[in-house]
């Protein structure tokens, strides 16, 4: 079993479509997906009812998730942890203990997707339209994070 974490601030916007996207995209009996926030404001509530929109418009349905804050534990949990933005990367890097730690952590964007090193931008405050960019974005990522674990096992 590969066991994939993505994190986001407020894991009510991002991350919980990351991880309804990717489950959609594998097989979950060979890969766990789970996400969390680096934020615990919102610990124990659903995704946010715009990313719980965008993902039914696109026939995924992530209203079964709540809000969890990133552990140091998860480091030992996770094979993968994906983060949205650079502010969340220096949050989650700040927390680990091990050079084996660190390397688990990768910008969601970078993941073989040569030329975009770039950021999940943060929709909370924005209006639909930033949510519909967020899941195009997150789409092609997991589209390729998908194929990379497909060649893995
Ligand atoms: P997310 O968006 O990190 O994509 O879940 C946010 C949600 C809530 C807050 C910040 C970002 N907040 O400050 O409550």
Redesign the pocket.
């Known amino acids: 079993m590969i066991r994939v974490l993505m994190v986001?601030?407020?894991?009510?916007?991002?991350?919980p479509l990351a991880e309804g996207i990717l489950k959609s995209k594998v097989d979950e009996t060979r890969v766990f997906v789970d996400s969390a926030?680096t934020?615990g404001?919102?610990v124990g509530e659903l995704p946010?009812a715009r990313s719980i929109q965008i993902a039914r418009q696109n026939h995924i349905d992530i209203s079964d998730q709540r809000c969890r804050k990133f552990k140091v534990h998860d480091f030992d949990d996770f094979d993968l942890i994906y983060v949205?933005d650079a502010s969340n990367l220096s949050d989650v890097l700040s927390l680990a203990k091990t050079e084996m730690h660190r390397n688990k952590v990768k910008m969601i964007l970078n993941d073989d997707m040569e030329g975009y090193a770039m950021e999940v931008p943060?929709?909370?405050y924005g209006g639909d339209r930033g949510f519909e960019n967020v899941f195009a974005l997150l789409d092609e990522a997991c589209e390729h994070i998908a194929k990379s674990l497909s060649h893995e096992a």
């Open positions: 986001c601030l407020g894991n009510i916007c991002r991350s926030g934020g404001w919102h946010d949205m943060d929709p909370y």
